[in-house]
Structure formats: structure tokens, C-alpha cells
């Protein structure tokens, strides 16, 4: 007896750029930004995807540079986020540089649904976002010398030393980070692990590309936070428990 034919899986509303994720139990041995985690969207986030997503989401392409100034329908300095959250800080930072257009790669969609959300409720023009590895983004939708500015902020620090080879934050992420950046564009992380800082600083500081910014002996390295980046509800939260923050902003030298 031959088994009836399957109905067609409908497409997900909530995840209109058909990301998938690897198969459960596979390891894939190439730099990846981000670790899938489950999480519910909320109904406002469903939403945001339905109303907004048209307007903010940029399909991945894996063999087409992104053409920023039609993506974004203006000239502008293009900065990098990778892993924005629930994209609090990246609406609040764009918000405040209105003159700058930010490029924000999220491949959780509770994170993408609330930063939708905040685009569409608050008119915030100069962002779209990418759901999508940030990896494989730079590898094929960012042309060398192309950015101004990356963010990379409170990345996961992975805390056991077995798995502090799954953190973002590695050689070859970087060198493929600098060359993205224009001459002079700025590469700015922050943590608030203090392990994970000094492996930060040492990773940058080895990236011949790349300059350290901080000048003051006093700060060992580390920079003073920038004004552009916000205090989020975790950071506040753990600084009033006396839990640090290490800012490290570097920036492309010339060639």
C-alpha cells in the first residue's frame, strides 16, 4: 500500500527568509556569530515581522555585494552590528547617528522581531537588518574597504576553557573584520567578562591591520565606553553589583 503524499510545510510568518539552522546534533567546524536558542516571539513581534519586515529585512545573497545605497535609499557611512539581542542598544545607537546607516545581522527572530518593532514604532530609517550569520555575510554581501564602523557588543564569552574556541572573537573573524573596514573605520567590542576582554585585547592588538585606540596607560588597553553606546538594563544591573565592562575600540590603519 502505497503512503499517501505529504502536504507541503507552509511557509513560516515569522521567518520570511526561510534562515535554517544546522541539523540537530552537527557541529559545524567554521566560525559562526551566533548560537541558535530557542525562544518564543511575542504576538507584537509576530507582528513587526508581518508589517515591517518588507521595509527592514534585506535578503541574503551569496554571490551579490550588498548595494548599501539602494538597500538603504541614501549615501551614507555603513556600520556593521553583529548580534544585537532583542535590539535595544542598536535603536537607541541609530537613533542618536542619524548620519550613519547600520547593517545588524541576528539570526535569533525574538531579537529581530522587537528590533523590527522598534524601526517601524519609532521611524528609525537607517537600519536594516539581516537575518542571516554575520560570517557568511562579510564573506559574501560586503565588499573589502567597505565599512566605517563594526559593533560587536557583549558577544557570548563561552566561560569554560573548553569551549573558548566557539567564541566569536578569533584571528581569522578578525582579519576578515579589518579588511572590511575602510582606512581609518573602527572596530569596537565590549564585554563584560574579564577573561574574554583580555582575549579580545590580545586577538586585536595582533591584527596587523588594526590600531589600538586607547591611549591612556591607565586603562591597560581598554577604552573609555563611547557616549554612542548605551548602558543596557543587564549592564546597569550588573555594574550597581560591581561587575565590569571592558570597552576596546581599534581602528583601521591606513595602507
Request: net charge neutral; hydrophobic share 40%; charged share 20%.
Amino acid at each position: 500500500m502505497s503512503e499517501a503524499p505529504k502536504e507541503p510545510i507552509p511557509p513560516n510568518p515569522a521567518n520570511p527568509r526561510g534562515h535554517q539552522p544546522p541539523p540537530e546534533g552537527v557541529y559545524l567546524r567554521t566560525i559562526k556569530s551566533y548560537v541558535l536558542r530557542a525562544g518564543r516571539m511575542g504576538s507584537g513581534q509576530v507582528k513587526a515581522f508581518e508589517q515591517f519586515g518588507p521595509r527592514f529585512l534585506l535578503d541574503y545573497t551569496a554571490h551579490q555585494l550588498l548595494d548599501a545605497p539602494a538597500a538603504f535609499g541614501r549615501e551614507a557611512p555603513l556600520v556593521l552590528e553583529i548580534g544585537f539581542g532583542m535590539g535595544d542598544a542598536t535603536a537607541k545607537i541609530a537613533l542618536a547617528r542619524q548620519a550613519d546607516n547600520f547593517l545588524c545581522c541576528e539570526v535569533h527572530e525574538p531579537g529581530v522581531g522587537a528590533l523590527l518593532k522598534h524601526c517601524g514604532e519609532q521611524g528609525i530609517e537607517n537600519i536594516r537588518i539581516l537575518q542571516h550569520d554575520a560570517v557568511e555575510v562579510l564573506d559574501h554581501m560586503l565588499a573589502p574597504a567597505s565599512l566605517s564602523g563594526i559593533h560587536i557588543f557583549f558577544p557570548d564569552p563561552w566561560h569554560k576553557t573548553k569551549h573558548n574556541k566557539r567564541r566569536l572573537i578569533q584571528p581569522a573573524l578578525v582579519a576578515k573584520l579589518a579588511a572590511r573596514l575602510k582606512p581609518g573605520g573602527y572596530l569596537h567590542c565590549a564585554t563584560d567578562w574579564e577573561p574574554y576582554a583580555q582575549q579580545m585585547l590580545e586577538v586585536l592588538g595582533a591584527e596587523p591591520l588594526l590600531a589600538n585606540t586607547s591611549t591612556d596607560p591607565a586603562l591597560a588597553g581598554y577604552a573609555p565606553k563611547p557616549d554612542y553606546r548605551p548602558l543596557t538594563k543587564f549592564e546597569n544591573r550588573g555594574l550597581k553589583l560591581g561587575h565590569g565592562v571592558w570597552d576596546l575600540v581599534f581602528a583601521r590603519r591606513a595602507v
